[in-house]
């Protein structure tokens, strides 16, 4: 298995900047398509960016296409989201998230970590 640690969360103004950080032990990173959620109060946890085992393959979702950034360092077990232009509406905890096949929903991830806050102000 593999477990699962975020950073980088935090307070930001809206049309600020954060990096997120996913740390990786147990297993290779290679193994698995990774995978950033979020999740608002009261709402589902919808899928934010995921990235195959290789980097070649990457998926947005469409409120955050142009804004945000996944990368992966399968050397140093990292994940990364650069967020940038961040809204209001970005406000949320945030996953990473491993899975080793199917890769666009919460369901197909196998492993969690515990999140990290990001809030976003007016």
């Known amino acids: 298995q593999v477990q699962l640690v975020e950073s980088g969360g935090g307070l930001v103004q809206a049309g600020g900047s954060l990096r997120l950080s996913c740390a990786a032990s147990g297993r290779p990173l290679s193994w698995y398509n990774m995978g950033w959620f979020r999740q608002a109060p009261g709402e589902e946890r919808d899928i934010v960016a995921a990235?195959?085992?290789?980097?070649?393959?990457?998926y947005y979702g469409d409120s955050v296409k142009g804004r945000f950034t996944i990368s992966r360092d399968n050397a140093k077990k990292m994940v990364y989201l650069q967020m940038n232009s961040l809204k209001v509406e970005d406000t949320a905890v945030y996953y990473c998230?491993?899975?080793?096949?199917?890769?666009?929903?919460?369901?197909?991830?196998?492993?969690w970590g515990q999140g990290t806050q990001v809030t976003v102000s007016s």
């Open positions: 990235i195959s085992r290789n980097g070649d393959n990457i």
């Open positions: 998230a491993a899975a080793g096949s199917a890769w666009l929903r919460a369901m197909d991830y196998d492993y």
